[in-house]
């Protein structure tokens, strides 16, 4: 089984300033997916950006980008000139290899919430 | 459609009653996920169907709790007896496993509340 561990429930930084969100990880599989998810007080879970663990290249998307460390088992996501609207949850989640074709659930961490000040 | 689309988006409900919560997927997406969001927590994985395979039912706190699909479509959550302890959010996801990228679309959710 895998677990997911973020261990900061609450940030709050300043708009424009730069803010990382920790995340760490269980498991024995050796390939993975890794998803960082963003739930606004709509309720709508919207994905941020998505590593494979066979890559080592860290992800990018425009002002969001990870620092995934495999050996480590850590998945930081860092969030770039923050705006008001980053103000949301932020989910880190674990999906294990499945071929082509295939599903499997993610596991989910219990969240970090993220507050952007004007 | 355009999203995954949840019906209600909100219920309200007795102790000891049945309910039924429905998830539209995305139009052709194979694979449909049921989680369940209690308040100030994370998602927690209840089930999951994708295409024809027997679904995976590992997730399902208890035999109170069943979900269907009709072929790659529609699907529902069906608490029976419902307890206190399931008031929570339950969101649905599709995906095009297909597609090789995994990525799960989330609908905005039913918020459960036993009385």
């Known amino acids: 089984a895998q677990t997911v561990t973020q261990s900061q429930p609450e940030m709050s930084v300043q708009e424009a300033e730069t803010v990382t969100l920790s995340c760490t990880y269980d498991?024995?599989?050796?390939?993975?997916?890794l998803f960082w998810y963003k739930q606004p007080p709509s309720r709508q879970m919207i994905l941020v950006i998505r590593?494979?663990?066979?890559?080592?290249q860290n992800a990018t998307e425009n002002r969001f980008s990870v620092n995934f460390q495999k050996a480590a088992k850590s998945f930081s996501l860092k969030i770039s000139d923050s705006q008001l609207g980053d103000t949301a949850m932020y989910f880190c989640?674990?999906?294990?290899?499945?071929?082509?074709?295939?599903?499997?659930?993610?596991?989910f961490g219990k969240g970090t919430h993220l507050i952007i000040q004007p | 459609g355009a999203g995954v689309s949840q019906s209600p988006s909100n219920k309200v409900t007795e102790k000891g009653k049945d309910v039924e919560l429905r998830c539209d997927p995305i139009s052709g997406h194979t694979a449909l996920y049921w989680y369940r969001q209690r308040l100030g927590q994370g998602l927690e994985f209840l089930i999951y169907?994708?295409?024809?395979?027997?679904?995976?039912k590992s997730g399902l706190p208890s035999d109170r709790f069943s979900a269907e699909r009709t072929g790659e479509s529609v699907s529902t959550l069906t608490i029976q007896r419902t307890q206190q302890e399931d008031s929570a959010v339950y969101l649905c996801?599709?995906?095009?496993?297909?597609?090789?990228?995994?990525?799960?679309?989330f609908g905005p959710g039913t918020r459960l509340t036993v009385t």
């Open positions: 996801a599709s995906s095009q496993s297909a597609s090789g990228t995994y990525e799960q679309y």
């Open positions: 169907f994708q295409g024809n395979s027997a679904p995976d």
């Open positions: 498991t024995s599989e050796n390939n993975y997916y």
């Open positions: 590593q494979e663990a066979y890559k080592q």
């Open positions: 989640a674990f999906m294990k290899h499945v071929k082509r074709g295939g599903a499997d659930g993610l596991t």
